[in-house]
């Protein structure tokens, strides 16, 4: 396939180049096209990073390279469905349409699918630190990254074994950790000290310091640098060999090139351009604790409850559930409790009743094989996508935005982009 580069323009001007979706990994890619010479214009229903990345913990999951879809995950998955704070939910209502796509799912457990998702983790993973570093000091907001490091923790002794075993597994993709206890782990975490028996420290762990203000920058800078901003949905995508049209309320929006980013809602999207993704919004839920918490140093993660916490600026965030609902059904109270409970279990003071505390939930874009699509459309190679990412969308959404701008423009890609292709469905 022949590559365009950005001098397709009338008159030897930039390419035009829509980025539909302005979450984290629409607002990296924008700037990212920005750098390379394009014309962009960002469009979204929404106010810039007010979708899932406005909820996310703000921890960079670099460590993550196990995709969802394992044999351990279905040995297990009757037990956390069962169970009523359980970090897996199916509603019921919604389980009939995701049949399909739970198909799939088991599918993807096969071993050869789970080392080929897994290696596509890996190469995302390993280079999206340094890929952070760059967005960020391009913007002058090298700041908002921190090197915080991060606990994932035990609260029952009889798991150290297991603390030991994830240890040995982290180093064979070179991920160091430190298994701490006692005086050591009051020493990183004060807080913990009377509810964790144990804890994996990462030491080279990162965080940003706040969410929505990130997204905040990386929009202001855009806009700084000429970017044009039109917020109304996008209803259809018509690809041509000499341009990609979109679709929406108040008219047809002509552009050289088109990004898709739009997460969750990639999957309409992509209909109308004639591509069918096994794509699911996976729905997560936070609670935001009062500014005036400072009770953690880090993100901590706890390897029993499945939950992460973070100290952002905005307060500590309790994050967690995987919930395959769909984007229509109602927030169920009940995930909210238990995301209480499990955040009160390690930090008691969290029950105070007087305590300001802040629900939302948002939807994270989820495929079988846990790993994001990042490519052309088979037919129109004016017309690409990076979607996808799941619970690694703020992780792995600089990394992402480098290689499908670099699709784009013809350059070579940071990494093999190949096992992200969209036809691999």
Known sequence: MKHLGSESGPAGRPGTVAIVGGGIVGLCTALEAQRQGFEVTLIDREAPGKGASFGNAGYLATELVEPLSSAKTLRSALSMWLNPHGPLALPLGYLHRILPWLARFVAAARPAQVERSRQGLVALNRAAVPAWQRCLDDIGAS?????????LVWESAHRLEDARRHADYLQRWNVPTELVRGARLAELEPALAGTVSHALYFPEACQVREPFRLCQLLFAAFQARGGS????????????SDGVVLQTDTGNLNFDRAIVCTGAWSKQLLQTAGINVPLEAERGYHLSFDAGVNSLQRPIGSAERRFVMSPLDSGL?????TELGGLKL????????TLRRHSQALLPELADPAMDVREWIGHRPTLPDSLPVIDFHPQYERLLFAFGNQHLGLTQAAISAELVVSLMKGMQPPIDPEPYSVARF
Do not use: H, N, T, W
Request: include cysteine; charged fraction near 20%; proline fraction near 9%.
């Open 317 to 321: 965030r309790a994050v967690g559930f």
């Open 229 to 240: 901003y039109l917020q109304q949905p996008v209803g259809a995508l018509q690809p041509a």
């Open 143 to 151: 700041e908002q990254l921190c090197r915080s490091g991060y606990l």
């Open 330 to 337: 109602k927030p169920v109270r009940q995930r909210f409790a």
